[in-house]
């Protein structure tokens, strides 16, 4: 992440007294994210792992299916004359055969227009999308194994202790296990990267994984979760109630507060052991 | 707030200990926001306060310039059959002869064809908009009310201490007075409706505010900032690297981890007395 960190002065105030010093920023620079040569979004986010957030964020709209559908993922050349523009763009090209339905996406897919907007079509979009409903009995997680969930995550956190500004997401095996962290200054980013890995790796669904996130739990998390296939997501601070929702109505484990040796459970209490 | 909040049954678990209770979750739902008729954005926000939202919504990306530009504000009828949906959109009508780029807004508009995706180019667009340098002698804030800014928001925010799931925004003279706080679960909406509360009442450009803002400080929040006049925000959190561009470029005052009587000032720490 020695990318996603920047070095500035700044004057530190203690009370009444104040010193010159340098402190470390989370890099924040836009993304372009092209299908094809089309643009279909712009994000700000922090520098590094573009190709597994451009995949990630593709995935999680519904537009990529499998990582068979991508022919290949490269740095537009156009954009090559300045060396800090090009590393903000990525174009993802397809396969012959394989189809983008760009109007959803120019849309923001969980509006329709013929059911008007509310959290209710919100959902309903998800299942006309082919959300499925998650099994319910798979899979199973240790009461210990949550606990230890955090300290886990701040262990392999490197920028957020160096920055203070930067959001974590990571994949969990049931017991425990790491298998993939992401940080970013965009939330949806961070989980974006995150499955974007495991999606490029052939290795979605993730019917096994729990994911956890450093900080709230959103409609947009849960429907990014939902669509890889994961059961179980676990957020250090407090869920929304379409989270909540979302979680109750695809079965989907949804925790809250996880840390300090407590947590909230807000769907989908058969799946802790 | 009492819209915002609502009551959830959960598994609180504690070590092993497990009980049942209720929790209290900010409310999330999408909030259409339509200009004569036509949808330009759908925000996932916390129900309250969607007329000062829009209108800051649209005043931070350029497209309504002072209220007399505004017609009325209203919830469309069309979509009225449902109240759940009933309370999700919000249509802004325009007085004659007020002209609306709505290209811009679909672009996104700190992407510009020509020159790039870069947080340079970001930054560029925001002077393109006419944003203007802010005045440097304006206005100067006692160190002692700036560590005050922390409580005096925790006193008002009602929701957050019952749900620990919503971002505040709330703007302070510089003597420290406050003006208006605004919570959501986006952090971007508080700020769009606390200043669009302002906008709305003809008190805008906002040139001897302090913005303090619950969170971190990014790239989009330094951008509504800006727009609104405001020389100076201050962010419990930490300042992105783009945040930190932005104030130097415009002249503007940028505080982070604002809180337990430290801040760091990371541009125009002139303003501080």
Redesign the interface.
């Known amino acids: 992440m020695t990318r996603g960190i ?1 070095t ?1 002065p ?7 007294a104040s010193r010159s010093t340098q ?1 470390l ?8 994210i092209r299908v094809g040569g089309r ?1 279909v979004s ?1 994000t ?1 986010r922090t520098p590094g792992n573009d190709f597994e957030l451009a995949a990630g964020f593709l995935f999680g709209e519904g537009i990529l299916r499998h990582a068979d559908d991508i022919r290949e993922i490269s740095r537009p050349e156009s ?1 090559s004359e ?1 060396p ?2 090009q590393e ?2 990525v174009d993802v090209s397809l396969n012959d055969g394989v189809e983008v339905d760009f109007e959803r996406l120019e849309r ?1 897919f ?2 329709t227009s013929s ?8 959902i309903e979009a998800l299942q006309i999308q082919g959300c499925p409903m998650l099994p319910r009995e798979s899979p199973m997680v240790a ?1 210990d194994v ?2 230890g969930l955090p300290g886990a995550l701040r262990r392999d956190q490197a920028a957020f202790e160096r ?3 930067i959001h974590a997401a990571a994949l969990f095996r049931a017991n425990g296990e790491l298998i993939g962290l992401r940080e970013d ?1 965009g939330r949806h980013n961070a989980v974006d990267k995150v499955i974007g890995s495991e999606f490029l790796a052939r290795r979605t669904p993730l019917g096994d994984a729990v994911l956890l996130v450093s900080g ?1 739990a ?3 998390l849960m429907q990014k979760a939902l669509m890889a296939g994961v059961p179980m997501l676990a957020a250090v ?8 929702e979302v979680a109750r109505r695809f079965s989907m484990t949804l925790l ?2 996880v840390r300090d ?6 769907s989908g ?1 058969w799946r ?1 052991q």
Chains 1, 2 share one sequence.
């Open positions: 920047l500035t700044v004057t530190r105030i203690d009370g009444a402190d920023l989370a890099v924040e620079e836009p993304l372009e643009t712009i700000m954009v300045n800090r523009k903000n763009s923001h969980y509006t059911c008007g907007v509310c959290g209710k079509a919100s009461m949550i606990h920055t203070g500004g200054v709230r959103s409609f947009e601070g407090a869920p929304s109630s379409l989270a909540v809250g507060f040796g407590r947590f909230n459970i807000y209490e802790i």
